[in-house]
Each structure stands twice: as C-alpha cells, then as structure tokens.
C-alpha cells in the first residue's frame, strides 16, 4: 500500500470506531427512555465529549490528506464524503445526550398507551435499524442498501407528523400526563432529525461510490410528491 492509502485505511477506522460509539449512545438512549434508567442517561451524556474528540480527530485526519497528498477522484471524494459523515455523526451523538437529558428528568417509564399510540419505540427501533444498516452500506459500499435509507426514512417523517395531534388529544383526556406527553414529543422529534442525519450519511456513501449527488434531487422529488398529495 502507498502512503495515501495508508492514511485511507486509518481514516476509514477511526470514522468506524466512532460509528460504534455513537451507535451505543443511540442504543442506550432506547433503553434508558424505556426503563426510566436515569444511571445509563448520565452515561450517555457523558460519553458526549468522547464523541466530540473522534469528531475532532477525523476532521483534522481529512485536513491532513487534503493538504499532504493532494487526492483525487474517488480518493478525494472519500475524504469530502468522511467528513459530512463525521459532521452527521456528531449531531446524531448529540441528539442520543438530548434524548438522555429528558431522561435524567423522569421518574418513572412513560405510561405503555402513550408509546403505543404514538409508536414511538417503533420509530426508536427503526431509526437504530437505519443507523445500522448505513453502517453496513458504508463498510460494504453498497449503494443499493444508502439508496433504502431514503425511502425508509418516510416511515419516521410519516409518525412525526402524526405525533402532535395525537399526543394533544391524549392530553386532553389526560390533563395530569402533560410534563409526560410533551417531553415524549421532544424525543419524537429528535428521533425524525436521526432519520434526516442517516439520510445525509446515505447520500455521502453515495456520492463517494458513484460520483453521484442525490441530495437536492431527492428534497425535490419529496416536495413534488407533497404538491401533488395537496392538490
């Protein structure tokens, strides 16, 4: 292997090595809404600023090759691509300690009938599902596998958007839930910004594999289909 293959291969670790972490966090994050584990909420808030270092790290690795070995073609755009990914991964980092934050602040699960109608354990379960199978297409180059992510990131946007009117209605059978009700809307919608982040991880796997940008077509293409649902 020459040098900037080298530098290739430990850039490719390292953004690995965080996806694992910030995939613990989101996983921790489920597990810690779920039980009420306000122990396991302080870890994950904690291990924030271990997330923060990797993003540090990658970005100055990616400024590195930029700037020593000049790449090219599919060699620079792996390297653009590492970036908006690590920049994804970090938000995504974030969102797991927001969602932990509620956490800290409850006492008790949240009542069984206000995740089922809301589904949101479903929209959890399928958001870590999408983290996890972005992983896959990204170490396996599989575009075919980041192109699903696209369309299954509809699911998530269809429960956010149903969320709202929902919870308010069970708020007004349930006026002593509203601390409960509203705090399980705040995670529900950080759970539609994972969606959006592991969308933008797809279209840079994407673009690093088939030179390709998907992005601007595909907010096209949804605000076309929306008009088109309106009328």
């Known amino acids: 292997m020459n040098h900037i293959d080298v530098e290739l291969s430990g850039l490719k670790v390292k953004l690995m090595e965080m996806w694992d972490l910030v995939e613990y966090q989101l996983q921790s994050g489920r597990d810690a809404m779920l039980n009420a584990d306000q122990e396991l909420a302080r870890k994950v808030v904690k291990l924030g600023k271990k997330v923060n270092n990797f993003d540090v790290k990658i970005d100055r690795m990616c400024e590195n090759l930029l700037a020593l070995y000049t790449p090219v073609a599919v060699d ?125 991880i797809a279209e840079e796997i994407i673009f690093y594999q088939d030179a390709k940008v998907v992005k601007h077509k595909t907010k096209k293409k949804d605000k076309n289909n929306n008009n088109n649902q309106e009328e």
């Open 76 to 200: 620079l755009r792996l390297v653009l691509a590492t970036l908006k990914i690590n920049a994804n991964l970090e938000r995504i980092g974030d969102t797991a300690e927001g969602i932990s934050m509620f956490v800290q602040n409850r006492k008790a699960p949240f009542n069984p009938e206000i995740l089922e109608i809301t589904k949101a354990v479903v929209m959890f379960d399928e958001a870590l599902a999408m983290f996890h199978d972005c992983r896959v297409a990204y170490k396996s180059n599989n575009t075919d596998q980041a192109r699903a992510m696209l369309k299954r990131d509809k699911t998530l946007n269809k429960i956010y958007r149903k969320s709202e009117s929902i919870i308010a209605k069970y708020l007004r059978d349930n006026p002593d839930s509203i601390e409960e009700g509203l705090t399980l809307l705040s995670i529900i919608k950080k759970l539609e910004r994972v969606g959006d982040q592991v969308t933008n």
